[in-house]
Nanobody
């Protein structure tokens, strides 16, 4: 199976910046894409951004022009550079990966999630 560990969350003032990172570990043969979702208590988890191994990206309308997602294929790591942060960006951010890996000696494809990192934007 695949394990994901996020880092870089914290408290920042409006207009500030944060850079999140997420590294996938395990017996990984290939990664189709990695990405970020966020969730506020009482609301459904929503897409923030995704990036494929070839570099194609997708962003939620709310973060276009402010956030940048990228992947380091050699390190199995995805980054989310967040600029011009707003209070409405406050949420738990979750990393995910669609990957082919080895589980119980069998090569399988699946979707995996990290435990999340909190981002709080407040004065």
């Amino acid at each position: 199976q695949v394990r994901l560990v996020e880092s870089g969350g914290g408290l920042v003032q409006p207009g500030g910046s944060l850079r999140l990172a997420c590294t996938a570990s395990g017996v990984i043969f290939s990664i189709k894409f990695m990405g970020w979702h966020r969730q506020v208590p009482g609301k459904e988890r929503e897409l923030v951004a995704t990036v494929t191994s070839s570099g194609s990206t997708d962003y939620a309308d709310a973060v276009k022009g402010r956030f940048t997602v990228s992947m380091d294929n050699a390190k199995n790591t995805v980054y989310l550079q967040m600029n011009s942060l707003k209070p409405e960006d406050t949420a738990a951010y979750y990393c995910n990966v669609d990957a082919t890996s080895q589980a119980m000696g069998v090569r399988t494809s699946g979707d995996y999630w990290g435990h999340g990192t909190q981002v709080t934007v407040s004065s």
